[in-house]
């Protein structure tokens, strides 16, 4: 006797037979698991290979007619919904809104954009990197207070305001000092990567970030703050990423550049937002607990300056993971310990 078994619900037990009746009816699967009582062996194997070791063979009837009338049998409705795409409902169905962006819009962009507006090709596959990290970003950090008009304007604050006056602050001193004591390298190029890049750049993103923490009536928990961060963050390492692809990258070997456009849309967006979500997270607890602003905010520059300092710094090496890896160890760990800051926060005042 023959016990069939498939997705916990057990079958039978059925003679030789008839098992191979209810295949040749559909009611059974040569696939579906089954096992022999009349045999020796305990395991589990497909009813093809137990019938085949009771003398049973299934027929195999095969041929062109089978294929042609199966295909008839199916509908041309079925096979080519013209009434459906006609009426266009799937236009409203969003997870098809989000495939056809992430599956076609590279395309559109390498077919659709001439050879004249290539620099532009660039900006929409920045721009397409951006959203898929938004996304990422949003389904784990978002909040029943994350607005999406808040996202956007965070993001297009750095990219279109914050980040064009860094980059005019730049050539002016102290920034500039900064730069060259870099150039010069030794404790002195530490001193200024640590000044004229890591926290001029994380005060950068900070203060979009305040801007919208600071709105009237607007009392945000920390892991809001941490998501409207790593949005300032990744619109940060974009606009850079764009400006390296643009002019350096451009004169390296083909493999070079290739993976380092690559970076320049992946992990180095990731990074910033990163170390922009850490610095945010410490300004929401200076919103929260005023008396401990200054400590908060100090903290909310430092640490994500130290890192993105330590990064450039090792950036020609594997040494530097270990950075880049604390810094998003520590960001998990601060949001999983938020509670616990809270209280403390609390017990100074």
């Not at 040749?24 to 085949?52: C, I, Y």
């Not at 003398?55 to 009338?69: A, H, K, P, R, V």
Request: charged fraction near 15%.
């Amino acid at each position: 006797m023959i016990t069939v078994f498939r997705n916990g619900t057990t079958y039978g037990p059925y003679e030789p037979s008839v098992a191979k009746q209810y295949i040749e009816s559909g009611l059974l699967l040569p696939t579906d698991l089954a096992k022999d009582s009349n045999a020796n062996d305990s395991n589990d194997r497909s009813l093809k290979d137990v019938l085949k070791a009771n003398g049973i063979e299934l027929d195999s009837n095969f041929s062109i007619s089978e294929i042609s009338d199966g295909i008839k049998s199916l509908g041309k409705d079925v096979l080519w919904p013209w009434d459906q795409i006609k009426k266009a409902d799937w236009l409203k169905e969003r997870p098809l809104q989000i495939l056809m962006f992430v599956g076609l819009l590279p395309i559109f962009t390498m077919f659709l954009l001439p050879s004249a507006m290539e620099e532009v090709g660039y900006v929409v596959v920045a721009l397409y990197a951006s959203v898929l990290w938004a996304f990422l970003f949003h389904d784990l950090f978002h909040t029943k207070q994350v607005q999406t008009n808040v996202a956007v304007k965070c993001f297009l604050l750095t990219s279109f305001l914050s980040m064009p006056a860094l980059l005019v602050l730049s050539i002016f001193p102290p920034i500039s000092w900064c730069h060259e004591l870099i150039e010069e390298g030794g404790i002195g190029g530490v001193l200024g990567m640590f000044f004229g890049v890591g926290l001029a750049e994380e005060f950068c993103k900070l203060a979009v970030v305040l801007f919208v923490l600071s709105r009237p009536g607007s009392l945000l928990i920390p892991r809001t703050a941490v998501f409207y961060g790593m949005i300032s963050g990744l619109s940060f390492g974009i606009y850079e990423g764009i400006g390296y692809q643009l002019t350096i990258n451009r004169g390296m070997d083909v493999d070079s550049a290739y993976f380092l456009n690559i970076l320049r849309l992946t992990s180095l967006p990731f990074l910033h937002a990163i170390w922009a979500g850490t610095s945010a997270y410490f300004a929401s607890f200076a919103l929260l607990f005023p008396k401990m602003k200054w400590a908060l905010l100090f903290l909310a520059l430092f640490i994500p300056a130290t890192l993105h300092t330590a990064y450039n710094v090792l950036t020609n090496g594997v040494f530097c993971l270990i950075p880049a890896s604390l810094g998003l160890l520590l960001l998990w760990i601060y949001i999983s310990q938020t509670k616990e800051l809270e209280l403390r926060l609390k017990q100074s005042r």
